[in-house]
């Protein structure tokens, strides 16, 4: 049994265990749920407001990307306004209210990060990326709540995944300060899109349910609990893919280098 725990405890799954609880992966996806409903959502809300005749609505866009059926997007629908209402009721307090949050969302995405690389904390100067990074989310939204392919579904989840990829890959060098080499960052965006694309099948099959259950139960608060639960989601999988992106990172090296050994050992 012992060798059977070292064995483990030296595995991948074992290094990736011992990582994540340094992480903290689920306080840190808590942590994100609670400030990306107070970031994401009234941002959404007002890029896709931007464009009321191309864009969706946070409603339908939010539905979308939960993946959820139709009767339970007009669940989720009947929890905002309409686009076009909210830029014309947005005050300046609720607009500085909300770039603070954003602000704090991109410092504990960046901590994250920097917990994930095992690197020490960036300078106080080096906020100014929290202003860039939300900046790009917030062009990066837009061009999401505004692009609309319906009628080319599979141009439309390319188009989406490869945005995402990129943005998620910038991300983490603009945050980390460039710190880490792109090239060691590419695996953990990769990661986090796949991850997001089965947290979207997963939400289809559990959440869509879901919503019509706690609506019936507890009427609007219920959908808001099932959109607050997806965020979780979403953190985790954020912090999860950039930290399976390091190990794979880690490994990828040492298996090649093993490999040509073994090519060495047996043309020799």
């Not at 799954?13 to 689920?26: D, P, Q, T």
């Not at 009321?52 to 009947?78: D, T």
């Not at 917030?138 to 989406?160: E, H, I, N, Q």
Request: hydrophobic content about 50%; aromatic content about 10%; proline content about 4%.
């Amino acid at each position: 049994m012992r060798r059977a725990r070292r064995a483990v405890s030296r595995s991948t799954v074992g290094r990736a265990w011992r990582r994540s609880s340094a992480l903290g992966l689920g306080q840190r996806a808590l942590g994100f749920a609670a400030l990306g409903f107070l970031t994401l959502v009234p941002l959404l809300i007002i890029v896709s407001s931007g464009d009321p005749e191309n864009g969706r609505g946070f409603a339908q866009w939010l539905g979308e990307g939960l993946g959820v059926s139709r009767a339970s997007r007009q669940q989720v629908e009947h929890l905002f306004i309409q686009p076009g209402q909210a830029l014309r009721t947005t005050t300046a307090f609720g607009i500085a209210a909300l770039a603070v949050f954003g602000l704090t969302l991109g410092a504990a995405v960046q901590s994250g990060y920097e917990k994930v690389w095992d690197l020490p904390p960036a300078r106080w100067w080096a906020r100014w990326r929290h202003v860039v990074w939300l900046t790009v989310l917030t062009g990066y939204l837009f061009f999401s709540a505004t692009t609309t392919l319906r009628d080319k579904p599979l141009a439309g989840g390319v188009m989406a995944s490869l945005s995402a990829l990129l943005f998620l890959w910038w991300s983490q060098h603009m945050l980390l300060g460039g710190r880490i080499r792109w090239r060691a960052l590419f695996p953990g965006a990769m990661v986090t899109v796949i991850g997001l694309l089965g947290l979207r099948l997963f939400s289809r099959l559990v959440f869509s349910p879901l919503i019509a259950s706690n609506t019936v139960s507890f009427g609007p608060v219920g959908t808001v609990l099932v959109v607050q639960s997806w965020l979780v989601g979403v953190g985790v999988v954020v912090f999860g893919g950039a930290l399976v992106g390091r190990l794979l990172c880690e490994k990828l090296p040492r298996r090649t280098r093993t490999m040509k050994r073994r090519r060495r050992d047996a043309t020799s």
